[in-house]
């Protein structure tokens, strides 16, 4: 469960160009179906705001998982996660009251502690990851569009858009090398359960996007354009010096 303490921050570092002006976290959700390229766009975005070096208790941009909000498996759907048999992507495998106090509370500038996941083992580790009060937060999942209160939440909303294919063959490389598992299992898996679901509940959540990312981290195009965006939303000028809230965007489109 992710918790929170009102701790004042104990870091100095400056926040990012114009942000001081800013109280409130900019939320970009990435939503995409597995193995598309969400993380590796966010860490694209993150390099190109000058932040991928920084130590993390500096740094201005943070990163968090959607899969660290996994709920905990029952001893059977354990056995069933085991045999590639436990649904990890129907929406009802994740812990949307936690992922939603998080989110809530990082936008309050709170610190809060986010679980780390363990995808071997198919539960939480037992250490977590604290988040630091930070000016952008880069929230990506399979299904962090399809939880309404969530989507809502989100300033930006970014789809990664890869073909199938390619996701698949990504999939079976990273978890036979990164996820302990049997490239059998994973084809099973991914067969009865993962792209049904990803069919069901992602992929009608790609039209809540604000930009879509075809090709993913190879789309350089696409993620210079979103990082001067971020750079231009973030810069604080004559019209846009007000005070930003979540539900009181100061970003053109309307969501
Ligand atoms: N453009 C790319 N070219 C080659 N491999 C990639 C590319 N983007 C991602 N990968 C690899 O594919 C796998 C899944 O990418 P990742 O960014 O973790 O996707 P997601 O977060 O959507 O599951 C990882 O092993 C990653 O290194
Ligand atoms: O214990 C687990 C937890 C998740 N999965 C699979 O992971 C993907 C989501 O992660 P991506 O990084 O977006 O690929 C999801 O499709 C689950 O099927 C798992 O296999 N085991």
Redesign the pocket.
Known sequence: MASSRNEPSERSSPRLNGLDRIPKPFLIGVA?????G??SVCAKIMDQLGQAGVDHRQRQVVII?Q?AF?KNLTPDQDIK?KRGE?N??HPEAFDFDGMAQALKDIAAGKIVEIPE?D?VN??RKDSGMKIYPVDVVLF???LVFYFKELREMFHMKLFVDTDPDTRLSR?VL??IKE?G?TLEKILH?YTT??KP?FEEFCLPTKKYADVIIPRGADNTVAIDLIVQHIQELLRPTKTNKRTRHNSDSFVGRPH
Do not use: H, P
Not at 32 to 36: L, N, Q, R, V
């Open positions: 995409g179906g597995t193995a598309s969400k993380s998982s899969d996994y996660a436990f990890f992507d996941y995808y198919n539960c990506e999942g399979i999939r990273r978890d996820r598992r898996q359960l993962v679901a």
